[in-house]
């Protein structure tokens, strides 16, 4: 079965600096990798994925993610850190017709 | 615009009553999903029907029903036999072949809590 891991429940950075959210996958097969924003009780709304291809993937408000099969990670980065950033961030893999999530990162941005 | 609809957005129920939380969606989406979704936690699956009059259990699915009737529509029922049901749920759609490289749909979802 697929899962992700996301290392790291809270992450704070200061406005301006670098964004770097972890994400480990497992999955027997290619994976389908994604990742979500959440704002406060609203959805989850997609930033980027990775299906097939580049393996830099660019997303939505400046993030991208690489896809690294040799170390199983899809981590979510963005080079400077705005304060409209500040969120919850959802790492998912593809599998058995149905995403599977990880725990969420909330993202702290410092002024 | 197209899109998925989740009512009411806050709903209160007392302890030992059945509640429904709705879902429609007007993407033409073959699959639709409900997850709960508490601190820490992450999203946790409920529900999933991937056809009409066709559904299948998630990894929580005690203490919940559905019904898939319509294609477009997709309710919860949170029944009494839940014993821990204050959490937010979100609900999601895909097309059936499109999953895998579009990801999900979300509604907005629906914030439960027994009081």
């Known amino acids: 079965a697929q899962s992700v891991t996301q290392l790291g429940s809270h992450v704070s950075v200061s406005e301006g600096a670098l964004v770097l959210l972890r994400c480990n996958y497992s999955?027997?097969?290619?994976?389908?990798l994604f990742w979500y924003v959440q704002y406060p009780n609203q959805g989850l709304q997609l930033l980027l994925k990775y299906t097939t291809g580049a393996t830099l993937v660019k997303g939505i408000n400046g993030f991208e993610a690489e896809f690294k099969k040799s170390e199983t990670s899809f981590h979510l980065t963005k080079p400077s850190a705005h304060m409209s950033d500040a969120a919850e961030y959802f790492c998912?893999?593809?599998?058995?017709?149905?995403?599977?999530f990880g725990t969420g990162t909330r993202l702290t941005i410092i002024p | 615009d197209g899109g998925i609809t989740q009512s009411p957005k806050y709903l209160f129920r007392k302890e030992g009553q059945n509640v429904t939380l709705s879902c429609e969606q007007n993407l033409n989406h073959d699959a639709m999903y409900w997850y709960r979704q508490d601190p820490g936690q992450g999203l946790r699956l409920i529900y999933y029907s991937q056809i009409v009059n066709d559904f299948q259990k998630g990894d929580i699915a005690e203490g919940y029903s559905v019904s898939r009737e319509k294609k477009e529509s997709f309710p919860l029922t949170v029944t009494s036999a839940q014993k821990n049901p204050t959490a937010f749920y979100l609900c999601?759609?895909?097309?059936?072949?499109?999953?895998?490289?579009?990801?999900?749909?979300f509604g907005s979802g629906t914030r439960l809590t027994v009081v």
């Open positions: 998912a893999v593809w599998g058995n017709e149905k995403l599977t």
């Open positions: 999601a759609s895909i097309t059936a072949t499109g999953g895998a490289f579009y990801g999900y749909t």
């Open positions: 999955s027997s097969v290619p994976p389908y």
